[in-house]
């Protein structure tokens, strides 16, 4: 089923959202991180909208960008919203330091592609 959403305002949204992670969490490490509860609130806040930017994607999540672990990336976003008291701040750690960064590369490119085609928008 096609999305509602625009393909290109939910790529642009996940670029964001990586982008704001990557400055909150300059100079940080593992530790100073689990100790700020202020930049985990703000860096779970931006995965919670990249995993809601990919669900808006729907189908279109693995045509723009594939090889990503989508349902997993969904999963995340539920969790974010409605188990936020058993989010395992490692789990929040590695996945913005290991995943997010090939995540938003994908989508630069995907919003390039999407950019360049007739009728991007539909």
Known sequence: MPSKHD???SLADIIENA???ESYL???DRD???QDG?????VERCLERVCEAVYR?????GELMPGHPWSDIRGMGNRLRHAYDRVNPDIVWNTVRERTPALADDARRALVQLSAKPNAAG
């Open 19 to 21: 982008q704001r992670i």
């Open 7 to 9: 393909p290109a305002s």
């Open 38 to 42: 202020r930049t985990r609130d703000a």
């Open 57 to 61: 994607l729907g189908e279109q999540a």
């Open 32 to 34: 100073t991180f689990g």
């Open 26 to 28: 300059a100079g940080m």
